[in-house]
């Protein structure tokens, strides 16, 4: 026998304006990620500096927008004193790199130095000049274009840069009015609840933010040290290397060693075997004292759902969705938990006002 089923037309049509409007949200998503990613970065951004301005209105400040502009200024007057006082610096590393090129280049060429076995093992420069040769006015187009996608590039990091120094600022005075007109709109009986799980979120992500930063300001600014103590030039350089790729989970400490190393060792053996020792140490003191220290009662995730994480906000989003991976777990793990304690509580209820035998 034939069985005929039917599907009632509210069903449809409810079904395909759910289909219509994932589609609608995934363009959206599409087409505006880049706004979202400056509101995502202005979001974690504020996360950070929330905490200064909680400060600063305990300590008198009545007016918001007071606290919140001078926490702005207060940042901005940190990060230019260590613009001043390193940017002449790694300027100076960048020159010094620039005008060795040339001379690592003939050594190359002529197969000396610690790079010349490059030449007499794999011979790289005919490599190089086959490759050029063969490319002709094409790779010189390429080399515009490059030079194109750079400018573009510059011009989109200047943009970005105001666009998320204007969102942090609005972010820090209007955040705490919005999220209490969202409590607002919840039932009276379900907001200590909502507040509970906002708290959650905020005490994860804020601590997990700030807790990034401290832990790549500690390891820039100790490897910085560590070489200019060895000689190895480009110091400055190689320090802020490290601390911008710490900021990065699981991965970015060790793309950060390898190239630091790697540098040491062309400077000399002895200074490669140094850093190589120093990063191994650096590693186990911030992985059992750092981090456990900084992060405390913040991020509480287990090392399989970090690298999940990571895994999958590196393939979304890049370097960024790296970034963001572990607070956002951290959120999801808080809206998780608060769901199976509620749903635990609704269990036990009916059993604990049952009828009495």
């Not at 509620?342 to 009495?356: K, L, Q």
């Amino acid at each position: 026998m034939e069985r005929l089923v039917r599907f009632p037309v509210k069903t449809i049509l409810t079904v395909l304006g759910l289909i219509i409007a994932v589609w609608a949200l995934l363009h959206v998503v599409v087409t505006a990620r880049s706004v979202i990613v400056y509101i995502l970065i202005a979001m974690f951004l504020t996360l950070a500096i929330n905490p200064l301005v909680a400060w600063l209105m305990r300590r008198g400040v009545r007016s918001r927008g007071v606290a919140s502009g001078v926490a702005c200024l207060l940042v901005l007057i940190a990060i230019a004193g260590i613009g001043y006082a390193f940017i002449p610096t790694l300027i100076d590393n960048v020159n010094n790199f620039v005008d060795a090129v040339p001379g690592y280049v003939h050594d190359l060429t002529k197969g000396r130095g610690r790079l010349g076995f490059l030449e007499t093992k794999y011979h790289v420069v005919e490599k190089l000049e086959h490759y050029v040769k063969n490319g002709g006015a094409k790779k010189l187009l390429g080399f515009s274009g490059a030079a194109v996608t750079v400018t573009k590039g510059v011009l989109n990091f200047i943009v970005g840069t105001v666009t998320v120094a204007f969102l942090t600022f609005f972010m820090l005075l209007e955040g705490p009015a919005w999220v209490e007109r969202f409590y607002g709109l919840l039932p009276s009986d379900s907001q200590p609840r909502w507040r509970a799980v906002g708290h959650g979120i905020y005490r994860q992500v804020g601590g997990y933010v700030t807790g990034n930063l401290a832990i790549s300001l500690i390891a820039g600014s100790l490897a910085t040290f560590v070489l200019l103590g060895l000689g190895v030039p480009f110091a400055v350089a190689l320090g802020l290397l490290v601390a911008l790729l710490d900021l990065i989970p699981l991965v970015g400490a060790t793309i950060a060693a390898i190239i630091v190393v790697a540098v040491a060792f062309l400077h000399s053996p002895v200074a490669g075997i140094v850093m190589a020792v120093f990063f191994i140490l650096y590693q186990q003191f911030e992985n059992h004292v750092l981090q456990p220290l900084v992060y405390n009662r913040t991020v509480a995730l287990s090392p399989l759902v970090i690298l999940i994480s990571v895994l999958m906000g590196a393939e979304l989003a890049g370097v960024l969705g790296a970034l963001a991976a572990i607070p956002v777990a951290g959120a999801i793990q808080v809206v998780i938990l608060d769901f199976l304690r509620a749903r635990r509580e609704r269990a036990v209820e009916p059993a604990s006002t049952g009828p009495m035998v």
